[in-house]
């Protein structure tokens, strides 16, 4: 097993391309974004989950391309069936996670459209 976990996680993010613009601090089993290559500033739409036990295993995605790739310490020791079981607990409640983040975005995206739309003025013939 890797010394540095979240190193090697942040090393695989960047070989798919998802690097972030500046490195987060990715605490355990937190859904954490940030901004990545082609990204406006502002911009968080890169978003990865990374858990350490029992064995280090993460995801990274973007909700801009729809794209999303897992990764896992290749060192890791095999796993028991009940820490096999254990990951499959985190890995629903990490989509879980990603599925309500992204439904609170699309709602708020919705609620702004949704005032912009009641404030707006027709515009004129000419």
Known sequence: MSADPRGD????????????VKP???????LTRWRGP???P?????????HLL????GV???????????????RAPRLTDAERAE???Q????????????????AAARAKAERLWRVARPTPQD
């Open 9 to 20: 996680f942040l090393a695989f993010c960047r070989s798919v391309g998802l690097d972030p």
């Open 24 to 30: 987060p601090e990715l605490p355990e089993g937190v």
């Open 38 to 40: 082609g990204d406006k």
């Open 42 to 50: 502002g911009a968080r739409n890169v978003w990865a989950v990374l």
């Open 54 to 57: 029992p064995a280090p295993w």
């Open 60 to 74: 990274v995605g973007s909700w801009r391309t729809g794209e999303q790739h897992a990764w896992r310490d290749e």
């Open 87 to 89: 990951q499959r607990r």
């Open 91 to 106: 890995a629903d409640a990490a989509r879980a996670a990603r599925a309500a983040e992204l439904a609170a975005v699309q």
